[in-house]
């Protein structure tokens, strides 16, 4: 392996190759001195001619000159017992020389991964954009450039769909060394990337004047955020959705439709509580600090939006508050005591109550067909036939057509007549004791 050098014993050509190799792999030239001088002092040993089993190189970082220990080395304990210099030889033999570039070819790549460990090492919370270069039901793998990403089925979102060649971001959740290179972890999922992307969208996040103190999220359907000023003339809420919802918007874009609540954040802990159930409208909160509960009385119409779909706005209350969150409506509260204890963080509305909620109405209803079939009242359309027809002369088997006001087809859109006045026949006139109009059965007034 021959070099090419000048009068003055420098190896120009090896020299511009490294500085070229460091250019474009970005790996420091002391590396790659180390690792060339690995390499030849493995290949020494197999050059023709040589007796030593291992030697030491050195080389001239100004003129790339090569100067070869040949070392003695004990066996059993490894320890080197002498170091004697030699002449260098003119040139390397074909083994020598591939088994150089083997060693050199693996260097450059450890070289290369832990520049690139130490680049993603300390970067755990940040955003990525990477590529998407392969999917399927384990993994997601995004290119980054130098690196790859691994995005596991439990970091993704389930109602997202990857394709190949997608720019998709990604929050760092860790980093690990392995032996093929550093594994770097993103997730879509993490709440910490709903709060990257609005510091990316806000600049008043960014400037330290509003906080997001906390965040619940359930990936794909629904956030809370909870936000607070540093500045007394700034508007946390107003600040986070920015002008006509630009900023707001461009989060939503970026999580592919995903609803987003901005609160304001509360010292308060039962005005915390309220505002966290917004967009439900409470009444009333009643706190308990030691047990760090809530009663939260809701308007009779307000509950199931307070509570959510399969008690989605409740829970993601309950965490973003850390309180738990009993939910109740104003007939329920007033009806008696809080109901057990439903559990932190997962509020869930009993089958029971789902029914009671909707059973409010229908009760109603039973309640006014209940009156209505009391004495002096019209009673409700039935299987029975009417009094009046039980009274009125048995109709012929030949002319069903016949009817009256009273039968039961007029039953059906209009109410029967009083229970005192059902023993005449439908339509006919009711004289007044004192001869005065009366109204009949069927709804006129007769003279």
Known sequence: MAKKRKDDGRNLELIDALAVLERDKG????SIWHALEDALGAAYPKTPGVTATHARIEM??????????????????????????????????????????????????????????EEYEGREGDIIMGTVEQHDPRATVLSLGKADALMPQGEQVPRERYEVGDRVRGYICEVRRTLKGPTIIVSRTHPGLVRKLFEMEVPEIQDGLVEIRAIAREAGHRTKI????????????????????ARVRAVQNELRGEKIDIVPWRDDPAKLVAEALQPARVRDVVVDEANKTAVVVVPDN?????????????????????WRIDIKSESQYSAGPAQPDRGLFEPVVPESRRRGIRSDSTA?????????????SAAPESDTTPESEATAPEPEATAPEASSPGTPAQDAQEPEPPA????????????????APRESADGGVRP
């Open 27 to 30: 790996i420091p030239a002391e």
């Open 302 to 322: 307000q509950l199931s939006l307070a509570i959510g779909k399969e008690g989605q706005n409740a829970r993601l209350a309950a965490r973003l508050t850390g």
């Open 60 to 117: 001239d970082r100004s003129s790339a000159q090569i100067k070869v220990w040949e070392q003695e080395v004990d066996e059993e304990t490894g320890e080197i017992v002498s170091e004697n210099f030699v002449e260098t030889p003119a040139a390397l033999g074909r083994i020598a020389a591939q088994t150089a570039k083997q060693v050199i070819t693996q260097r450059l790549r450890e070289a290369e991964r832990e520049i690139t460990f």
């Open 226 to 245: 909870a936000v607070a000023s540093n500045d007394l003339n700034i508007d946390p809420v107003g600040a986070c959705v920015g002008p006509k919802g």
């Open 420 to 435: 005192a006045d059902a023993g005449e026949t439908g339509g006919s006139e009711v004289p007044a004791a004192d001869g």
């Open 364 to 376: 109603g209803e039973q309640q006014a067909e209940a009156t209505d079939a009391a004495p002096g």
